[in-house]
């Protein structure tokens, strides 16, 4: 049974989006936490970077070997192919589009016994898989590591304050942390979102996560007021 340390930013992201008994899922703004998740691992790993380009930073791909991961060697190949370069916030919103991101993501855990799978069913009429937990100490350890990085005060892993930020921008780490500790632990979580131990190129990664979630709730109260 693989460690948390063994398993893809994106997957862990996963392990804490899904209901632990139903498998259902506990955000909307999933796809975008793993594909900013997703950019943010690849420039950790060297393989892809950011161009200043007059006023814009302009994603590029550094190392064409793929990680071996379906998810992360579509990306890469994605933007090695694409016509133009574009920016982090375009990929999160393209790669958050790719056909069904998150049943992808839960498929590999559950070839690693991580997931199960079973067949649920939306106004008793739509079927929809539904990927319950199988073995729980995955996120278990995930979990424990989260707390610690939050409750904490030493310095976390780069991998860690990634985790943290993102989950803390797709509404989360309410399943981490309780009310309570979030108040108490307002400025450290402010601490972590800065990404201080993180290249800045991630750090762009994530921050375009967040920028598209906004730019999607304006988008959506625009056409509510509409």
């Known amino acids: 049974m693989p460690g948390i340390d063994e398993l893809h930013l994106h997957e862990q992201l996963l392990l804490l989006a899904l209901h632990d008994e139903k498998g259902t899922m506990q955000t909307v703004n999933f796809e975008f936490g793993a594909a900013g998740a997703a950019l943010a691992e690849l420039v950790l790993s060297g393989h892809i970077g950011l161009e200043q380009v007059r006023k814009k ?3 590029r791909v550094l190392d ?4 071996g991961d379906p998810i ?3 990306v890469i190949q994605r933007i090695r192919t694409s016509k133009r370069a574009e920016q982090p916030a375009t990929w999160v919103r393209r ?8 049943h992808r993501i839960a498929e590999r855990l559950r070839y690693r016994g991580i997931l199960g799978k079973r067949e649920g069913r939306v106004l008793l009429i739509f079927s929809r898989d539904l990927y319950p937990t199988a073995n729980p100490a995955p996120e278990r350890e995930l979990v424990a590591r989260l707390r610690e990085a939050v409750l904490g005060a030493d310095e976390v892993a780069a991998t860690t304050a990634i985790v943290v930020a993102v989950a803390d ?3 989360l780490l309410h399943h981490v942390l309780t009310r309570a500790e979030r108040k108490a ?3 450290r979580l402010k601490q972590l979102a800065a990404l201080e131990t993180v290249a800045e190129d991630a750090r762009s990664a994530i921050r375009s996560v967040k920028e598209v979630i906004d730019a999607n709730a304006a988008h959506v109260v625009v056409m509510t007021a509409g």
């Not at 589009?97 to 998150?102: I, S």
Request: hydrophobic residues 40%; positive net charge.
């Open 185 to 187: 632990r307002k400025q």
């Open 95 to 102: 790669i958050a589009g790719t056909r069904r991101l998150r």
């Open 169 to 171: 921008q797709i509404g």
């Open 72 to 74: 992360l060697d579509e």
């Open 64 to 67: 064409t070997a793929l990680p």
């Open 57 to 59: 930073q302009l994603v």
